[in-house]
C-alpha cells in the first residue's frame, strides 16, 4: 500500500489559512486521496477526498499536486475548533480499507 | 440514529477478562467496520461486514479477538483473556455502501484499559 508522510504538528493563529502538507510519491494511478481529522476524545471526522483535480466544500479545499505526488489541505480560516490531528490516506479505488499514519497535529493559537 | 453510537464509552478491566464492545450503525448502513487505536498510533483496521457477505477479519490481531454483526445492523466485538497490550481505543465506523465515496462515519469510540 502506498504511503503517505505527513509534519508531526503544525501551528497557526486563529482566523488564518492553514496549508497541511502531505507526501505521496508512490501513488498509483488509482488510489483517492482522503483526508480525515480527529477532534480530541471523538473518532475520525471525513473532511475531503480527490483523485486529480482540485476539490473545494464547506469545510476545506484540497490542493493536489499536478504529478500526484502531494497534496494540501487548505483551512481557509482555521478557528479554536479546528484543532486536531489530520490525517492524509490514500484509498485504492475499489478497497475499503483505510490505512492510518499518525498524522499532523494541528495547533490553533488564539 | 443520528450518528454511530458505542458502549460502553470507557471499560476498564482486569487481565485475563472477556469484554465485550458494542457498535450501533447508522440506520440503513449496510456497511460496518471496527478500528483500533492505541495510545499516540493512528488506526488500525481490524475488521469489516458488508451486508450478508462473509466478512473481512484479517485485521484482527490474534484469535483472541472476534465480532458479530446480528441482523445486518448491531456489531459487537469480543476480546477474550484480555492482556495489558489491548489497551486501546475502538472505533466502529459505518458508511452506506462498501465502497463508500465520502468515506465513514465513526463513532467516538470506546476506551479499553486492561489492569
Known amino acids: 500500500d502506498a504511503k503517505t508522510t505527513q509534519p508531526n504538528s503544525m501551528e497557526s493563529n486563529e482566523e488564518e489559512p492553514v496549508h497541511l502538507p502531505c507526501n505521496h510519491s508512490?501513488?498509483?494511478?488509482?488510489?483517492?486521496i482522503h483526508w480525515y481529522r480527529q477532534l480530541p476524545s471523538q473518532g475520525p471526522e471525513y473532511v475531503i477526498h480527490?483523485?486529480?483535480s482540485n476539490v473545494n466544500n464547506r469545510m476545506a479545499s484540497l490542493a493536489i499536486a499536478e504529478d500526484r505526488k502531494s497534496s494540501t489541505l487548505i483551512l481557509h480560516r482555521a478557528t479554536l475548533r479546528d484543532a486536531a490531528v489530520y490525517y492524509c490516506?490514500?484509498?485504492?479505488?475499489?478497497?475499503?480499507?483505510?490505512?492510518f499514519g499518525t498524522g499532523t497535529r494541528l495547533k490553533v493559537l488564539a | 440514529g443520528a450518528g454511530v453510537s458505542q458502549s460502553p464509552s470507557n471499560k476498564v478491566t482486569e487481565k485475563g477478562k472477556d469484554v465485550e464492545l458494542r457498535c450501533d450503525p447508522i440506520?440503513?448502513?449496510?456497511?460496518l467496520y471496527w478500528y483500533r487505536q492505541s495510545l499516540g498510533q493512528g488506526l488500525e483496521f481490524l475488521i469489516y461486514?458488508?451486508?450478508?457477505?462473509?466478512?473481512?477479519k484479517s485485521g484482527l490481531p490474534s484469535d483472541r479477538f472476534s465480532a458479530e454483526r446480528t441482523g445486518g445492523s448491531v456489531s459487537t466485538l469480543t476480546i477474550q483473556r484480555t492482556q495489558q497490550e489491548d489497551s486501546a481505543v475502538y472505533l466502529c465506523?459505518?458508511?452506506?455502501?462498501?465502497?463508500?465515496?465520502?468515506?465513514?462515519?465513526f463513532g467516538s469510540g470506546t476506551r479499553l484499559t486492561v489492569v
Open positions: 465506523a459505518s458508511s452506506q455502501t462498501g465502497l463508500p465515496l465520502y468515506g465513514y462515519t
Open positions: 508512490t501513488i498509483s494511478g488509482t488510489d483517492y
Open positions: 480527490g483523485l486529480t
Open positions: 490516506i490514500l484509498r485504492p479505488s475499489g478497497t475499503y480499507k483505510y490505512i
Open positions: 440506520s440503513g448502513h449496510t456497511a
Open positions: 461486514f458488508q451486508g450478508n457477505s462473509a466478512p473481512d
